[in-house]
């Protein structure tokens, strides 16, 4: 361990370079614990099967972690190198999980970390962004605040690093958002309104126009379906997708899937990418 601290503090003067390079090594080196994963809920966390995941060390030479040890591993790594980091213990929401019940989600505590760089608190998730998705691995670096609250939630409110943070509440009335939508160049948070006519489901339009994006609502989260006389408008650089309030039940559910442009045709990419409820 000290050999690695040596060799980034040889190599790199910049403190975001080395927090960057720590980040990768992790990701290259530490596997995702997905046996230990699988008993979570049946562990207490002092149990000899979870708790190496405390020390550094032990996960340094093991190669392996949950999220938690993936923290403790930066946090150690950080500090060695003088850089001020901490853990944060929270919630997630992911594809599997659009909503936080903290009487129930206990398979969705999860923990990431904010580093001081100058004074300035950023944040990181070591576990998310390199024990899945390599497509967004880059995202969870230095995520921005308004897009970390899409699916990381802190314990402390503190931590979200918003000027006004939100409530549990908020959080699950706000849309899930997979990092792909960002990745594949969509830039803003999509929006709702309405008037006494229509819905229209507001985006900045994506500048790679090999992307289309479908919107599908449901009334029981589970089938989802076209919505009929869907209107598309192009206006100012943004995208409105305008559909009538009087098909839209009560309580509905919607997601949003991307196609791809391939050929001449459109073809499903990504699943799954939005979902919210109104």
């Known amino acids: 361990m000290s050999d690695l601290i040596s060799f980034t503090n040889a190599k790199f003067t910049d403190s975001i370079e080395k927090a960057k390079f720590i980040y990768y090594w992790i990701g290259l080196n530490i596997k995702y614990d997905d046996n230990l994963l699988e008993k979570k809920s049946s562990l207490r966390e002092n149990n000899n099967e979870y708790s190496y995941n405390y020390y550094p060390r032990q996960i340094f030479e093991m190669k392996k972690a949950v999220c938690y040890g993936y923290s403790k591993l930066y946090e150690w790594f950080l500090t060695e190198l003088g850089i001020e980091s901490v853990i944060i213990s929270g919630y997630i929401r992911d594809e599997r999980n659009h909503y ?3 009487r129930y989600d206990s398979d969705y505590t999860h923990a990431w970390n904010a580093i001081n760089l100058n004074g300035k608190w950023i944040l990181i998730d070591s576990t998310w962004g390199t024990s899945l998705n390599q497509e967004v691995s880059d995202f969870y670096f230095d995520m921005a605040p308004e897009r970390a609250i899409i699916t990381h939630y802190p314990e402390k409110n503190k931590w979200q690093l918003l000027d006004k943070p939100l409530s549990l509440q908020e959080f699950n009335e706000s849309k899930f958002i997979n990092p792909i939508w960002f990745k594949v160049g969509y830039s803003d948070i999509p929006k709702i309104k309405n008037d006494s ?9 994506n500048p790679n126009e090999e992307w ?3 919107l599908l609502y449901s009334v029981d989260n589970v089938n989802f379906y076209k919505l009929r006389e869907l209107n598309k408008v192009i206006q100012d650089d943004y995208t409105i997708l305008r559909f009538y309030k009087s098909i839209i039940p009560k309580k509905t559910y919607f997601k949003v899937n991307l196609y791809k442009l391939v050929g001449e045709n459109y073809t499903l990419k990504y699943k799954d990418v939005i979902n919210f409820k109104m």
């Not at 006519?197 to 900045?204: A, H, L, S, V």
């Open 100 to 102: 936080v019940d903290l």
């Open 197 to 205: 006519k229509y819905y229209y489901f507001i985006f900045k339009s």
């Open 212 to 214: 289309l994006v479908n």
